[in-house]
């Protein structure tokens, strides 16, 4: 007899949040970061990167009155983040509008880019394409731009080096002939 599969904290508290959405927008996504990072998954810092006022302005956004407590994590080390200021200015440019939830999406995705792992990993949410729905929402001209399926950690800092003007260097003439290839683009097994 197979006994039915408990759903995992995340989704628990996916579903919770999810029952106090405000209908604000890209709330699917924030649904799923702050679900994982509750549960103690992704590598989001403490307020997912944001300041606590901002945290809080955001929890009351997107779920009302609903009680949230930050678990208790690292904080943001901003030792690990010198171009902040210019992924912030990229970012807000590739923008589809600057309202407070893009403002806020912008500092939640810095901060997962100082995350080890992938970038949709790192911020908690249930797959890559999940992030690419996600980036296409908030920053659609950026989204349309990564058209190799680049993964997005070095997609996001190839594209800051191009709009800061400095030459993005790689050892290879041809993308397609590198032997790192696999560590830059997603394969197609990935994408599914």
Same mark, same amino acid.
């Given at each position: 007899?197979?006994?039915?599969?408990?759903?995992?904290?995340?989704?628990?508290?996916? %579903?919770?949040?999810?029952?106090?959405?405000?209908?604000?927008?890209?709330?699917?996504?924030?649904?799923?970061?702050?679900?994982?990072?509750? %549960?103690?998954?992704?590598?989001?810092?403490?307020?997912?990167g944001?300041?606590?006022?901002e945290?809080?302005?955001?929890? &009351? %956004?997107?779920?009302?009155?609903?009680?949230?407590?930050?678990?208790? =994590?690292?904080?943001?080390?901003?030792?690990? =983040?010198?171009?902040r200021?210019?992924?912030?200015?990229?970012?807000?440019?590739?923008?589809?509008?600057?309202?407070?939830?893009?403002?806020?999406?912008?500092?939640?995705?810095?901060?997962?880019?100082?995350?080890?792992?992938?970038?949709?990993e790192?911020l908690?949410?249930?797959?890559?394409?999940?992030?690419?729905?996600?980036?296409?929402a908030?920053?659609?001209?950026? %989204?349309?731009?990564?058209?190799?399926?680049?993964?997005?950690? &070095?997609?996001?800092y190839?594209?800051?080096?191009i709009?800061?003007?400095?030459?993005?260097? =790689?050892?290879?003439?041809?993308?397609?002939?590198?032997?790192?290839?696999?560590? =830059?683009?997603?394969?197609?097994e990935?994408?599914?």
């Open positions: 007899m197979n006994l039915p599969m408990e759903p995992s904290k995340a989704k628990r508290f996916r %579903a919770q949040l999810e029952a106090h959405q405000t209908g604000l927008e890209y709330g699917e996504f924030m649904a799923q970061i702050l679900a994982s990072h509750l %549960a103690g998954e992704g590598a989001m810092p403490y307020y997912l944001l300041k606590e006022s945290f809080e302005k955001m929890i &009351k %956004a997107y779920f009302g009155d609903l009680r949230v407590v930050a678990p208790t =994590c690292a904080p943001l080390d901003e030792s690990r =983040c010198p171009e200021e210019d992924l912030e200015r990229y970012l807000a440019s590739e923008a589809e509008n600057l309202n407070p939830s893009t403002l806020w999406f912008i500092q939640i995705i810095i901060a997962g880019l100082l995350g080890a792992n992938h970038l949709w790192d908690g949410l249930v797959s890559r394409p999940e992030l690419r729905r996600l980036l296409e908030v920053f659609p001209k950026m %989204a349309v731009k990564n058209t190799q399926n680049m993964r997005w950690k &070095k997609f996001i190839k594209q800051l080096c709009a800061e003007g400095f030459v993005y260097v =790689c050892r290879s003439p041809s993308c397609e002939q590198c032997s790192e290839y696999s560590l =830059c683009f997603e394969t197609k990935e994408q599914t």
